[in-house]
């Protein structure tokens, strides 16, 4: 399991973005989704510390 919040993005997605940007040690993901078919679609943003991605 990844860890929050790509754990949260993963789940309401199907695809996802991810780029490090020129900041050394960062990550930032976007994405479009929704987190019951009966939501709206959303554009999703998160960022992080490049330790918390997996792999």
């Known amino acids: 399991m ?9 789940g309401v997605a199907g695809s996802m973005q991810v ?3 020129a900041a050394p040690g960062r990550w930032l993901a976007l994405t479009i ?8 679609l959303q554009l999703l943003a998160a960022f992080g510390e490049a ?5």
């Open 19 to 21: 780029w490090r940007p």
């Open 33 to 40: 989704g929704q987190a019951d078919p009966e939501f709206p």
């Open 2 to 10: 990844a860890p929050e919040p790509l754990n949260f993005l993963c």
């Open 51 to 55: 330790s918390s991605l997996p792999g």
